[in-house]
């Protein structure tokens, strides 16, 4: 609301850019429609175009397809060069590691980190991501019920519930360092469990990395207490206070590339070279 005020008041103000820098975009995980809920990306992106923003900078979209929402220019900036870096200069033997993807959903960020490192490829199967199921918004529609009053002769088969097959691990991270890379961690169940699995296969160290670290609730005492060896995440959320509770949560700076895409804007020059040696995947 904050931002949408300032730009409102810059707009009133007769301002010719309104350039709005928001390094995590909220809600973007909300960015497809489960049952009737909302797109609360879209939304959000009708907003702050209507309270007269002319161009976002932002990192690491969750969806990317999330920048057709909008009707004016979105530049998305990766983080993944300088989680790279950390990689290669933090992580010690990083040449005897495996890039793991916690659900087959992660696997294309995994692959294409995997292949600028030249290292391994490993996949977590069967891991319930409930940010990614269809959730029940409490209307049950279609009805459950195989007697409900519907239309005659309108027969609705029966919604079958979803079974989670069985945890397996593809890949062999036996007697290797595990990095399990992600955009978001937010709940972190999902990694302390992916993190026990690769524990049970024989990975001696495992490393998790992210783009943005909101890391609420009991997050940090979770990472605290798990087989997570370090939590690597960036500084486009805030979290000073995460890392008091928990001495694993490392921090990467990324300030140089948003300050140096405002630099660029500012004096109308190409944006393509913070975006060299990006994949599509990334």
Do not use: W
């Amino acid at each position: 609301m904050e931002l949408l005020i300032m730009a409102y008041a810059l707009k009133t103000a007769c301002a010719r850019n309104i350039i709005g820098v928001i390094p995590y975009f909220p809600y973007s995980k909300q960015s497809k429609m489960r049952k009737r809920g909302s797109i609360v990306c879209k939304l959000l992106a009708s907003m702050l175009a209507k309270a007269g923003l002319t161009h976002i900078i932002t990192m690491d979209l969750h969806q990317k397809e999330i920048q057709g929402f909008f009707s004016f220019p979105v530049d998305n900036l990766r983080a993944s060069p300088f989680l790279l870096q950390y990689i290669q200069e933090e992580i010690p033997n990083y040449r005897n590691a495996v890039i793991v993807a916690k659900s087959p959903d992660a696997a294309k960020r995994a692959q294409s980190y995997a292949e600028r490192l030249r290292l391994g490829l490993a996949v977590i199967h069967g891991e319930a991501q409930c940010t990614e199921l269809d959730m029940d918004d409490g209307r049950h529609s279609p009805p459950m019920v195989k007697n409900a009053t519907v239309h005659p002769g309108l027969e609705l088969p029966l919604m079958m519930a979803k079974e989670k097959p069985p945890i397996t691990v593809v890949g062999d991270v036996g007697g290797r360092i595990a990095i399990i890379v992600d955009d978001i961690i937010d709940d972190v169940e999902s990694f302390v469990a992916a993190a026990e699995i690769l524990k049970e296969r024989g990975a001696y160290k495992i490393y998790v990395m992210a783009t943005h670290g909101i890391l609420s609730a009991d997050a940090p005492r979770l990472i605290e207490e798990s087989s997570i060896d370090e939590v690597v995440v960036t500084n486009t959320v805030p979290h000073e206070v995460q890392k008091l509770q928990c001495p694993k949560i490392k921090t990467v700076d990324i300030s140089l590339i948003l300050s140096e895409a405002i630099r660029r804007i500012h004096n109308g020059e190409s944006m393509a070279y913070l975006f060299r040696n990006i994949t599509v995947d990334d």
